[in-house]
């Protein structure tokens, strides 16, 4: 059984950080071979892509809304993924999500991610 599950998440002000975690563990090295991503889903709206990475941690890509304030990162050793939020928006505001795909490369798109964690609070005040 895989499973993804996220921490790290919790109530700042605008203008601070969090930093989330996703400890992975699954069978094999299909897994180990991933591509992680984050995505975060509000009420009422569909769940939207933020950040995605490679295996070797040499791809990433960002949504143009995080760009140049969230950074992903990973750790192989420790089977975790993260992501560092910097300059925090109120429209920052969401549940995350962390997600792997049993593929290597990087995606935006949900689609192409078969397993989810449960997801983490972020609330950003103004």
């Known amino acids: 059984q895989v499973q993804l599950v996220e921490s790290g998440g919790g109530l700042v002000q605008a203008g601070g950080s969090l930093r989330l975690s996703c400890a992975t563990s699954?069978?094999?090295?299909?897994?180990?071979?991933?591509?992680m991503g984050w995505f975060r889903q509000t009420p009422g709206k569909e769940r939207e892509f933020v950040a995605t990475?490679?295996?070797?941690?040499?791809?990433?890509y960002y949504a143009d809304s995080v760009k140049g304030r969230f950074t992903i990162s990973r750790d192989n050793a420790k089977n975790t993924v993260y992501l560092q939020m910097n300059s925090l928006k109120p429209e920052d505001t969401a549940v995350y999500y962390c997600?792997?795909?049993?593929?290597?490369?990087?995606?935006?798109?949900?689609?192409?991610?078969?397993?989810w964690g449960q997801g983490t609070q972020v609330t950003v005040s103004s």
């Open positions: 699954g069978p094999g090295r299909t897994f180990s071979l991933a591509t």
């Open positions: 990475i490679s295996w070797s941690g040499g791809s990433t």
């Open positions: 997600a792997a795909g049993r593929r290597v490369g990087i995606s935006p798109d949900l689609n192409d991610y078969d397993y």
